[in-house]
């Protein structure tokens, strides 16, 4: 199982980043996969999953409709889609996959929004 994310970088507040995480070794699919992030010194907070073959999708309260999952099956990808960036959504992005219970984390791709 490999998971690798890209799209982060440096954006002024208002701004917006797509984030791409790239699955291999399983199919998404069937699986919960998305979104945590993190700030040093700070916990870990998810902010957005989708599961199961409907597509069902889950956002963090920050989120505020700001932020939109989205996922192709053909390509095993996943993306964050992130609008009206906020200072505080500086962080590290971390795709994540649940397979059977088990956890599995990419290594991560840096947002920051700084004026």
């Known amino acids: 199982v490999q998971l690798v994310e890209s799209g982060g970088g440096s954006v002024p507040p208002g701004g917006s980043l797509t984030l791409s995480c790239a699955a291999s070794g399983f199919s998404i699919d069937f699986r919960a996969i998305g979104w945590f992030r993190q700030v040093p010194g700070k916990e870990r907070e998810g902010v957005s999953y989708i599961t199961d073959p409907t597509g069902t999708t889950y956002y963090g309260d920050f989120v505020k409709g700001r932020f939109t999952i989205s996922r192709d099956i053909a390509k095993n990808m996943v993306y964050l889609q992130m609008n009206v960036l906020k200072l505080e959504d500086t962080a590290d992005y971390y795709c994540?996959?649940?397979?059977?219970?088990?956890?599995?984390w990419g290594k991560g791709t840096l947002v920051t929004v700084s004026s």
């Open positions: 994540y996959a649940n397979i059977r219970g088990i956890y599995y």
